[in-house]
């Protein structure tokens, strides 16, 4: 099992996933690429701030405590040092469940606007969410339903699917962790092997 020094890398790949959901998510507040003419305009899920707050601050915490734990593997708290790097890795896990929200936060709210699909103003003028159950996935009839903002569909699709894809890797990266600060926090293994040489098995 890996240990600090796996949990730097799975910190280091949290943190640009982090960025590129904020990103994501701000590039949803301008539907089809431009500026809203009334905020009213953008879709609800868009404002439940999925991609900046749950995938994206709250996955800052996570990210900079697992970069931290490089020198804190189970060596170091199994053999004859303080056990602070056993505390380190335990409170990991708290820090692996807050990215574990955070990103199925995300998640969940990113699923839930592909299903339900953009607000937009249908041919009646009216500013409705004129689809149902993914019904408009793959079914350009029904598309046509959406008049403006024009490409609607594609941006927010595009970018909710990322969203979704992201916070998916970030769940289980956190996942990961949890696992392996676990794993560090009990020491199973640090009389065999690990503790003698030069790092984790
Ligand atoms: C697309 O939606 C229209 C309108 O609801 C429906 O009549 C049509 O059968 C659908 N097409 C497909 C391929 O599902």
């Known amino acids: 099992m890996c ?16 960025v590129l959901c904020v990103l994501a998510n ?25 991609g ?15 970069l931290g734990l490089k020198n804190n593997d189970c060596c170091g708290c199994c053999g004859n040092k303080s056990c602070g790097e056993r505390f380190a ?16 936060y995300c998640f969940i709210i990113s699923a839930i606007a592909i299903n339900k699909g953009p607000k937009c103003q249908n041919q009646s003028g009216n500013w ?5 159950n993914g019904d408009y996935l793959g079914n350009s009839t029904l598309q046509q339903e959406c008049v ?12 909710f699917l990322l969203l979704l894809l992201m916070s998916g890797v970030q769940a289980v990266l956190c996942a990961i962790q949890a696992i392996n600060g676990l794993m560090g926090t009990l020491c199973g293994r640090c009389k065999s092997g690990c503790c003698g040489g030069d790092g984790p098995v």
């Open 148 to 159: 403006n903002p024009k490409d609607i569909i594609p941006w927010n699709l595009t970018l």
């Open 26 to 50: 701000i590039l949803l507040f301008f539907p089809g690429g431009k500026v809203a003419e009334d905020s009213t305009h953008i879709s609800d899920e868009v404002w439940y701030f999925g």
């Open 89 to 104: 890795m335990f409170s990991s896990i708290i820090f692996a469940a807050i990215g574990f929200v955070g990103a199925g």
């Open 128 to 132: 409705t969410y004129p689809f149902n």
């Open 52 to 66: 900046i707050l749950g995938a994206g601050v709250l996955m800052i915490f996570p990210a900079l405590v697992f």
């Open 3 to 18: 240990s600090g020094g796996c949990a730097k890398c799975l910190g280091i790949s949290l943190l640009p996933l982090a």
